[in-house]
């Protein structure tokens, strides 16, 4: 049973940092590209970042430069390091990987940030 479990998130202010978790299990991780995705309040979900199994790593305009996607295979564990946060990056954060052709997203996890 594939499963992706988030952590991390919270509350910061302008200019904080905080870390996103997302491990994953049911799968062989080191062969997944793994994204990260967030919807901010009532507005569509967008991709923020994703990682290649060879590790290349994609970041959109808005957050590059600032998050940095990480993973550690042997804990089947990808990271959103986000550091300079802004109060624009205030959204519920989903990580998400697409396995034997399903998708499969996290729980969720609300970062919210305050000026």
């Known amino acids: 049973q594939v499963q992706l479990v988030q952590s991390g998130g919270g509350f910061a202010q302008a200019g904080g940092s905080l870390r996103l978790s997302c491990a994953a299990s049911g799968m062989i991780f080191s062969h997944e590209a793994v994204l990260w995705y967030r919807q901010p309040p009532g507005q569509l979900r967008e991709l923020v970042a994703d990682?290649?199994?060879?590790?290349?790593?994609y970041y959109s305009d808005s957050v590059k430069g600032r998050f940095t996607i990480s993973r550690d295979n042997a804990k089947n564990t990808v990271y959103l390091q986000m550091n300079s946060l802004k109060v624009e990056d205030t959204a519920v954060y989903y990580c998400?990987?697409?396995?034997?052709?399903?998708?499969?997203w996290g729980q969720g996890t609300q970062v919210i940030v305050s000026s």
């Open positions: 998400n990987v697409n396995y034997n052709w399903q998708n499969y």
């Open positions: 990682i290649s199994s060879s590790g290349t790593t």
